[in-house]
């Protein structure tokens, strides 16, 4: 089992829908969670950072983590055709020296 | 401006023949890294530096090497060992190994 498994899609959505967007995760160590947002021929990024259970709202995004499902998801809410793109999930183990392990990516395409 | 300049955009390697891809950073960070990014694989950790003239194995270090001689600057070298290079490969750094990663625009390496 993947330590880090996202659906790669594609999402297709109209303007102004609500895009759900979700990992799972096997290991309970991790302890950081991040959400990028990579477009095309360019660099992931950060969108979102939380280190534990709940919500954590910015703008028109919410991270959602829920460790006892080993669950996390991305909310946006009136997506844009300029949300158009992919996003990648990331975890963080509580061990020191480790390196963000990566979900393969969401590709998701708002049409207008 | 702060963040993350990665040279140059795109390169082309010969068969045989070792090449070197740029990344610095003035964000003033400990930890860099090297990933490895393939159409439907996420990002693959290549090498990772915590510190100085230090740094580890990723998940895909087989046919390249790394050095860290300036805390700023973290070069990538893709040997003739490598026998599959072509791929997108983006360099990040972070304050240290327990906070988000940061991205540079990336490199996109093809085979003449």
């Known amino acids: 089992q993947k330590e880090v498994e996202q659906d790669p899609g594609p999402l297709s959505v109209p303007e102004g829908a609500i895009v759900s967007l979700n990992c799972t995760y096997s290991?309970?160590?991790?302890?950081?969670f991040m959400w990028y947002r990579q477009y095309s021929r360019k660099g992931p990024e950060l969108l979102m950072y939380?280190?534990?259970?709940g919500n954590k709202e910015d703008g028109r995004f919410t991270a959602q983590v829920d460790k006892s499902s080993k669950y996390i998801s991305l909310f946006i809410r009136d997506s844009q055709p300029s949300d158009s793109a992919t996003y990648l999930c990331?975890?963080?183990?509580?061990?020191?020296?480790?390196?963000?392990?990566f979900g393969k990516g969401t590709t998701l395409s708002v049409s207008s | 401006d702060g963040g993350i300049t990665q040279s140059p955009k795109y390169l082309f390697r010969k068969e045989g023949q070792n090449v070197t891809l740029s990344c610095e950073q003035n964000?003033?960070?400990?930890?860099m890294y090297w990933y490895r990014q393939d159409p439907g694989q996420g990002l693959r950790l290549i090498y990772y530096?915590?510190?100085?003239?230090?740094?580890q194995k990723g998940d895909i270090a087989e046919g390249y090497s790394v050095s860290r001689e300036k805390k700023e600057s973290f070069p990538l070298t893709v040997t003739s060992a490598q026998k599959n290079p072509t791929a997108f490969y983006l360099c990040?750094?972070?304050?240290?190994?327990?906070?988000?990663?940061?991205f540079g625009d990336g490199t996109r390496l093809s085979i003449l």
């Open positions: 530096s915590q510190i100085v003239n230090d740094f």
């Open positions: 964000l003033n960070h400990d930890a």
């Open positions: 290991n309970s160590a991790f302890q950081y």
């Open positions: 990331a975890v963080l183990p509580r061990q020191a020296g480790t390196a963000l392990i």
């Open positions: 990040a750094s972070s304050q240290d190994s327990n906070q988000p990663q940061h």
């Open positions: 939380t280190y534990s259970s």
